[in-house]
C-alpha cells in the first residue's frame, strides 16, 4: 500500500518552462489538495478537488492549474514558471469532506532559475 | 489573511521539558482541528485531533487543549524527547461554506528538544 506517491521528488526549472507534477493515490480517496510549503508561511492550499472531473481554488491558485481526470490521479501544473514558485510542493488525499485524516505525499522540491 | 494563527514560530526545551505550542482562530464554522507533525524531508503527518464538544484529548504524551469561547487550542507534549523534534502545525476545518473539504494550517512550530 503506496499511500500518496507524488512524482517527480526534485526539479530545477527555468523561468518560463512549463511542467506537470503528478500525484497518485491508491486509497481510493474522494478529495485530494495541492499545497506549497516555504518557510515561516506553512501549507498553503492551491487547488483541490472533491473528486473525479471536479476542481476548485485554494488560497494560492495564480500560474498553476489542476487537473482530475481519474479519481487516484490529480495533476498540478505550471505553465510558465516564476522564481516565486520556488516551494515544496504536497499533494494530499482525504476520504471524507471534513478532512478527518489528510495522507501527504513525500513532497516535491522545486527550484526555478 | 490567516485563518489559523500559531505560535511561538520556533521552540527549544530540554528533554524531559513540556513544550506548549498555541493556535486561535476565529472563524466559527470550524469544527475540527487537527495537529500535523512533520520531519524533514517527508510530509506531514496527523498527530491528534480534537472536535469543539470536548476540552482536552490525550494520546500517549500528546495533549490538546481546547478553549471554544476563547476559539484557542493548544498543544502539549508531556516528557518530550529528542525524537519529538519536528516541526507542528496546528490547522482547522469545518462544516459548511468555504471550510467544508478544506484544512486551514497554522504557519508551523519549529520544536527542538535537546538531550
Known amino acids: 500500500n503506496a499511500g500518496v506517491t507524488q512524482t517527480p521528488k526534485f526539479r530545477v526549472l527555468k523561468t518560463g518552462q512549463s511542467m506537470t507534477l503528478l500525484c497518485a493515490q491508491d486509497m481510493n480517496h474522494e478529495y485530494m489538495y495541492w499545497y506549497r510549503q516555504d518557510p515561516g508561511m506553512g501549507l498553503r492550499l492551491i487547488h483541490y478537488s472533491v473528486g473525479e472531473g471536479t476542481t476548485a481554488k485554494g488560497e494560492v491558485p495564480d500560474g498553476y492549474n489542476v487537473s482530475r481526470l481519474k479519481k487516484q490521479n490529480f495533476l498540478l501544473g505550471l505553465e510558465s514558471a516564476a522564481p516565486s514558485q520556488t516551494s515544496v510542493y504536497f499533494c494530499?488525499?482525504?476520504?471524507?469532506?471534513?478532512?478527518?485524516?489528510?495522507?501527504f505525499g513525500q513532497g516535491t522540491r522545486l527550484t526555478v532559475v | 489573511q490567516q485563518q489559523v494563527k500559531q505560535s511561538p514560530q520556533s521552540l527549544i526545551v530540554q528533554k524531559g521539558g513540556i513544550p506548549i505550542i498555541n493556535c486561535a482562530y476565529e472563524n466559527t464554522a470550524f469544527d475540527y482541528f487537527p495537529w500535523y507533525q512533520q520531519f524533514p524531508g517527508k510530509g506531514p503527518a496527523l498527530l491528534i485531533a480534537?472536535?469543539?464538544?470536548?476540552s482536552e484529548k490525550k494520546e500517549g504524551r500528546f495533549t490538546i487543549s481546547f478553549n471554544k469561547s476563547a476559539k484557542q487550542f493548544s498543544l502539549h507534549i508531556m516528557d518530550s524527547q529528542p525524537g519529538d523534534s519536528a516541526t507542528y502545525f496546528c490547522?482547522?476545518?469545518?462544516?459548511?461554506?468555504?471550510?467544508?473539504?478544506?484544512?486551514?494550517f497554522g504557519r508551523g512550530t519549529q520544536l527542538t528538544v535537546w538531550p
Open positions: 494530499a488525499s482525504s476520504n471524507t469532506q471534513e478532512n478527518t485524516e489528510a495522507f
Open positions: 480534537i472536535r469543539p464538544d470536548v
Open positions: 490547522a482547522a476545518s469545518g462544516n459548511r461554506g468555504s471550510t467544508l473539504g478544506r484544512l486551514y
